[in-house]
Structure formats: C-alpha cells, structure tokens
C-alpha cells in the first residue's frame, strides 16, 4: 500500500483514482425506534495509516440507556423500519470497503432520502445517541 505522509496527501491520491476520500468523512444515526438505532460510517478512522472505507453497525439501548444492550453487526435482528433494513441490505456488500466516487454519491443520495423521514443525528457518540433518544422519546 502506498504510504502517504498526510491526509491531504491521500486525499488528493484517492480522489486522482475515483475514490472517495478522508474529506468525505461522516458519521450519521437513524433511530429506527425507541432505543433502536442504525449508524452509518465512511472515512471515520485511520486517518494516517489506512484508507477511509464505510460501515454500518445497529444497537439497543439499555433500560436506563447508560450502556448498549446490544450492539455491533445485529442489523437483521435490530432494525425494524423497512427502509434502514433496504438500505442496509443494498449497501451491506460493501461493508469495511473503500468507496468508489460514484458509490458515494450513490449513498449520499440513498441518505438524503433516509434523512427526509426518519430521525437522526450526525454522531455515533453514545453520549449524543442516549440523549437523541431521550429528545426523541418525549
């Protein structure tokens, strides 16, 4: 793998090869319903010594939602809003994988789509998602 001495540096590599790049990092959670959510990831890691790649994960909050109860790669068991389980079931080949400039675009457009109706935050914080839930629960 090519070693890169900044992250501009990558950047400006990647995005020269058709991909997507640190610069288009983010971090979104959907609330698939109370005490559910769906987390969707690209470029949050790794920064210097890799190369940005995208991922989903789902949790449930715990009764007093100071800890997940579950978490991880449960998304076929946790999600229940048909359209995160669409998209996750679209973008799940993909899953830890660099995206190409046009699947990112893909995905953006897929998100904005997801944004316009179900609640979500732009944050895999636990602390942010316990007190989204709490907003959202009231």
């Not at 058709?18 to 890691?45: C, I, P, Q, W």
């Not at 669409?86 to 953006?108: A, G, I, P, R, V």
């Given at each position: 793998m090519k070693q890169f001495k900044t992250v501009e540096e990558r950047n400006e590599y990647l995005k020269d090869t058709g991909h997507a790049g640190y610069d288009k990092a983010f971090s979104l959670t959907f609330r698939d319903r109370k005490k559910n959510f769906f987390m969707v990831v690209y470029g949050e890691h790794g920064h210097n010594f890799q190369n940005p790649y995208f991922a989903t994960s789902a949790g449930t909050l715990n009764f007093h939602r100071t800890d997940w109860e579950s978490a991880g790669q449960g998304?076929?068991?946790?999600?229940?809003?048909?359209?995160?389980?669409?998209?996750?079931?679209?973008?799940?080949?993909?899953?830890l994988k660099m995206l190409t400039l046009e699947q990112f675009e893909?995905?953006?457009?897929?998100?904005?789509?997801?944004?316009?109706?179900?609640?979500?935050?732009?944050?895999t914080s636990f602390y942010n998602i316990a007190q989204f839930d709490r907003e959202e629960s009231k």
């Amino acid at each position: 793998m090519k070693q890169f001495k900044t992250v501009e540096e990558r950047n400006e590599y990647l995005k020269d090869t058709g991909h997507a790049g640190y610069d288009k990092a983010f971090s979104l959670t959907f609330r698939d319903r109370k005490k559910n959510f769906f987390m969707v990831v690209y470029g949050e890691h790794g920064h210097n010594f890799q190369n940005p790649y995208f991922a989903t994960s789902a949790g449930t909050l715990n009764f007093h939602r100071t800890d997940w109860e579950s978490a991880g790669q449960g998304q076929d068991s946790i999600l229940k809003n048909r359209k995160l389980r669409k998209f996750f079931k679209k973008w799940d080949h993909l899953h830890l994988k660099m995206l190409t400039l046009e699947q990112f675009e893909e995905m953006q457009n897929d998100l904005n789509e997801l944004k316009a109706s179900i609640p979500y935050i732009e944050s895999t914080s636990f602390y942010n998602i316990a007190q989204f839930d709490r907003e959202e629960s009231k």
